[in-house]
């Protein structure tokens, strides 16, 4: 019987001190849960992956490509242009371009919060509104 309580005393423990580490896990965007970090990570890299091609193709065909120019031409490795509800977009003028990321609206009293990313042709990912 004594093991018995020592067994779930320990499980307790653990289980507590599991559950109080996953609810401060740092979030990749403020307001964002824990389990969208993997998700958001994925975005960003893709975002970074999708400015990469398009430096490549500006240098290229000295004039930026939609997504879908860059997918064709193979300067881009990606079959879609979504990952996880995320669609991206890119905008050109001139040399200079940006790429985007967004996301649809979560349901209306949802805690949950989809931040839309950007990044340009400094290859610095920033949230946007």
Sequence with gaps: ???????????????????????????????????????????????LQIAHAERYYIVEHTACGSLDELISSATLSMTRPERDGYTYSVECSGANFTVRAQHAPASEGSPIRYPSFAVDQTLQVRETN
């Design 1 to 47: 019987m004594r093991a018995l309580l020592s067994l779930l005393v320990v499980t307790l423990v653990i289980g507590g001190a599991y559950y109080f580490s996953v609810r401060r896990m740092p979030a990749v965007a403020q307001g964002t849960a824990p389990t969208q970090a993997i998700s958001l990570v994925g975005v960003q890299n893709d975002l």
